[in-house]
């Protein structure tokens, strides 16, 4: 693995302190408004009983939003900051074999591009709009978080760790409400929610989600964009994290697997840490490319495991 997605994976297992240190922090602030002696122990948990602390805590969550919002953003002009320093090393590299001086032309960094990369919307869904969409529900969450986590006698740090340990655990949450509370449960609705495919019962854990897809999406468009502009690539290779407890099954049979460069890699599953690494043409054929001659380099043909993996 080369420097840059060396760096690269590193971005995005900081991703996942990051988030923890935000969402926990937003949580400690919310707490701090809360008197323990107060708070009921044999009854749910509920912000409207508490219409200041309430209005406290939609101001801290939405500040915690606004927040994620900016960090995701910078993330990805970051990445496609890094994916375009990467490729301009690999443009000089690719001169130096032929003992030329790099074209401009091929250091293009897309900057347009990175604009309506930002801008983009999903499902008619801005990046904006998806963050703060994702945080609707941690206000509810936290609540009843609360309501599993309290105990008589609890000191505020105990009650602290254990409301984050049953946010990180939407599922012992509500087992434990249930438990709790018996007839005194939250709705129906609440403890039924299945949020759908692909969706966590968490707002952490959505966001954890979303940074992280976006910012690995924002890394692999720019080597796509650069990649196209390169005419010296004509494929590339998949190579697998080496953390072997990030490797699944579907990244393991593409692992070595070569993919023309025509189509876009954007990894095999959410969180996906392999990489690929780009295939050159030959020097000679270099040399024609950069003399202008009328000469198209051939792209391998897409490979047979993909094709058995779509079922084609």
Same mark, same amino acid.
């Given at each position: 693995?080369?420097?840059?997605? *060396? !760096?690269? =994976?590193?971005?995005?297992?900081?991703?996942? %302190?990051? +988030? !923890?240190?935000?969402?926990d922090g937003t949580v400690d602030q919310v707490l701090a408004g809360l008197s323990i002696s107060a708070l009921p122990d044999k009854e749910l948990f509920s912000f409207k009983?508490? $219409?200041?602390?309430? !209005?406290?805590a939609d101001k801290i969550i939405?500040?915690?939003?606004?927040? +994620? +919002?900016?960090?995701?953003?910078? !993330?990805?002009?970051?990445?496609?900051s890094l994916s375009n320093s990467k490729n301009d090393s690999l443009v000089d590299s690719l001169f130096a074999r032929i003992k030329? &001086? $790099?074209?401009?032309?091929?250091?293009? /960094?897309? &900057?347009?591009?990175?604009?309506?990369f930002l801008n983009r919307k999903v499902k008619d869904l801005t990046i904006s709009d998806r963050v703060w969409n994702l945080n609707g529900s941690f206000k509810s969450e936290i &609540? *009843? %978080?609360?309501?599993? %986590?309290?105990?008589?006698?609890?000191s505020a740090k105990q009650l602290a760790r254990d409301i984050k340990k049953y946010l990180n655990n939407p599922d012992a949450r509500f087992r434990r409400i249930r438990d709790k509370y018996g007839n005194l449960k939250p709705s129906k609705k609440a403890l039924s929610y299945n949020p759908g495919q692909g969706v966590y019962r968490s707002? /952490?854990?959505?966001?954890?989600r979303?940074? =992280?897809? &976006?910012i690995n999406q924002a890394y692999r468009e720019a080597d796509y964009l650069r990649w196209s502009q390169n005419p010296g690539i004509i494929a590339y290779r998949i190579q697998?994290?080496? =953390?072997?407890?990030?490797?699944c099954p579907i990244c393991k049979q593409f692992n070595g697997v070569v993919f023309p460069k025509s189509h876009k890699f954007g990894g095999f599953h959410i969180s996906c840490l392999c990489t690929a690494i780009p295939i050159l043409v030959s020097d000679e054929d270099f040399e024609r490319i950069v003399r202008g001659d009328r000469f198209v380099p051939k792209q391998p043909d897409m490979p047979k495991e993909y094709e058995e993996y779509l079922g084609v």
């Open positions: 693995m080369n420097k840059y997605d *060396s !760096q690269y =994976r590193n971005i995005q297992i900081a991703v996942i %302190a990051y +988030l !923890q240190s935000l969402y009983d508490y $219409p200041k602390l309430s !209005q406290q939405d500040g915690m939003s606004a927040t +994620l +919002l900016t960090y995701i953003n910078t !993330q990805i002009s970051s990445v496609w030329k &001086e $790099p074209k401009i032309s091929f250091k293009s /960094h897309n &900057e347009k591009e990175l604009d309506v &609540e *009843s %978080a609360v309501s599993a %986590a309290i105990e008589k006698g609890q707002a /952490h854990a959505n966001a954890l979303l940074a =992280r897809n &976006e697998n994290s080496n =953390r072997v407890a990030t490797v």
